[in-house]
């Protein structure tokens, strides 16, 4: 069974850091690009960061010099550092796995985990 487990999640201060963690299982993590999303209530899942199968990492603008991806394949593990966190940052926070080459639409994902909440206060 393909399994994809987040943690890390919490209450920070604006300007505050945290470290997603994104724990997958089940299917050969190597041959995948992973990403992480977003979902704000009220609003739709957005991208946020993405590494590919030999670790060419990208990101949205809204985050970029403040968040970075990277990928542990030994251990099956892509994390997410967020420095400089502002509370337009506050959402639940999702990994996924993709076949495609430096995907950023929901649709390219295949395998979703379940979240885990962020929350940046001011």
């Known amino acids: 069974e393909k399994q994809l487990v987040e943690s890390g999640g919490g209450l920070v201060q604006a300007g505050g850091s945290l470290r997603l963690s994104c724990v997958a299982s089940?299917?050969?993590?190597?041959?995948?690009?992973i990403g992480w999303f977003r979902q704000a209530p009220g609003k739709e899942r957005e991208f946020v960061a993405g590494i590919s199968w030999n670790t060419k990492t990208y990101c949205a603008d809204s985050v970029k010099g403040r968040f970075a991806i990277s990928r542990d394949n030994n251990k099956n593990t892509v994390s997410l550092q967020m420095n400089s966190l502002k509370p337009e940052d506050t959402a639940v926070y999702y990994c996924?796995?993709?076949?495609?080459?430096?995907?950023?639409?929901?649709?390219?994902?295949?395998?979703w985990g379940q979240g885990t909440q962020v929350t940046v206060s001011s």
């Open positions: 996924a796995v993709s076949r495609s080459w430096l995907p950023v639409r929901i649709s390219e994902y295949d395998y």
């Open positions: 089940g299917f050969r993590f190597d041959d995948y690009a």
